[in-house]
C-alpha cells in the first residue's frame, strides 16, 4: 500500500503557473502515476497520466499547458500546470495504479481568479 500526500495548491490569477506534487510513502517506480481533478457540481475528470516507463497522456482542455513527470528517486509526482484558465478551477487528486489497486490522495484545491 502506498499513501499519497499532494501540495503546491493555491490561488492564482488567470495566465499563472502552479506546480503540484504528489509525494508517495515508498516507491513509486512500479506505479503508474496520475492527476484527477473534480470542480464543484461536475463529475472528477482525468487530467494526465504518466506510466511506469515514463509515457504521458493528457485530456484534450490541458494540452499544450500542463506537464506531468515523475521522480522514482524522491517518490514523487509533479503536474506543471501553465497559462491557467478560470475553467481549471478544482480539487486536484494524484493517484497510483499497479494492477487492479488504486491509492489516492486527500486533493488540493487550485482556484484560478482574478
Known amino acids: 500500500q502506498v499513501q499519497l500526500v499532494e501540495s503546491g495548491g493555491g490561488l492564482v490569477q488567470p495566465g499563472g503557473s502552479l506546480r503540484l506534487s504528489c509525494a508517495a510513502s515508498?516507491?513509486?517506480?512500479?506505479?503508474?502515476m496520475g492527476w484527477y481533478r473534480q470542480a464543484p457540481g461536475k463529475q472528477r475528470e482525468l487530467v494526465a497520466t504518466i506510466g511506469s516507463g515514463g509515457s504521458t497522456n493528457y485530456v484534450d482542455s490541458v494540452k499544450g499547458r500542463f506537464t506531468i513527470s515523475r521522480d522514482n528517486a524522491k517518490n514523487t509526482v509533479f503536474l506543471q500546470m501553465n497559462s491557467l484558465k478560470p475553467e481549471d478551477t478544482a480539487v486536484y487528486y494524484c493517484y497510483a495504479r499497479r494492477g487492479t489497486m488504486d491509492y489516492w490522495g486527500q486533493g488540493t484545491q487550485v482556484t484560478v481568479s482574478s
Open positions: 515508498g516507491s513509486i517506480r512500479l506505479y503508474a
